[in-house]
């Protein structure tokens, strides 16, 4: 059984039917993520109506500048499993930084407050990412989703207790890097992702991404550590249920 740690099931390009046919991969269980009030909704009622699936609540750095204020309402609602995703984005700077620092510092709080798990962005910016983190405390069960650094940034990530989620990126000709970062991390912290409908790993690259497609990520992410799909499968599953508190087992609602 495989886990999508990370997708955007509402995003166009994307839909309801994405979740049946990930199923039919046999990537059973689907992290719907926000990234600002609407899309956090979304993904809570895409979550409540289908087994297997669960939501994040979260203001994404471009949307930095928005209050939090309507998101903290939907922190109580039924499978909301963390918080994010937030964090920093240097690269393209559709907020500026000092409110993407603010507004990471205070969703740092928030999944501290709530005993959720935190779902954080980098880009371009993993010095003051940890900067804020460190500041702030880092939450318990803290996940880098689509980890894009190499096995330095890795070690500082790992060094706070955090969990690394490799993406489609890890099938790119020149991730060098990410691949490095991915033969590196301790099984119990490896999750994989799809980032759907963005980033679609090798062969489907040009293409919006799904759910379904984190089977190949996970293939990418064997080949850097020198082991079959399967244990991929098997220690991403278990990671996945571990930052998130979910069970091993797939029957959950």
Known sequence: MWADSHCHI???????????EARAAGVVRLVSVGTDADHSRAAIALAQSH???????????????????PLVPL????????VGECGLDYHYEHSPRAAQRESFAAQIGLARERGLALVVHSRDAWDDTF?????????????????TGGPDEARRCLDRGAFLSFSGIVSFKGADDVRSAAAV????????????????????????NRPAWVVEVGRAVAAARGVEPGEVEEISWAATAALFGLPLSDHSS
């Open 75 to 82: 922190l109580a609602a039924a499978k909301v499993v963390a």
């Open 131 to 147: 900067a804020v983190l460190d500041a702030e405390g880092v939450p318990e069960r803290t996940v880098f989703h689509c980890f």
């Open 10 to 20: 509402d995003f166009e390009g994307l839909g309801e039917t994405a979740v049946g």
């Open 51 to 69: 087994d297997g699936v669960w939501a994040t609540v979260g203001l994404h750095p471009h949307e930095a500048s928005r209050s939090l204020e």
């Open 185 to 208: 991390c301790p099984p119990d912290r490896l999750l994989v992702e799809t980032d759907a409908p963005f980033l679609a790993p090798v062969p489907h690259r040009g293409k919006a």
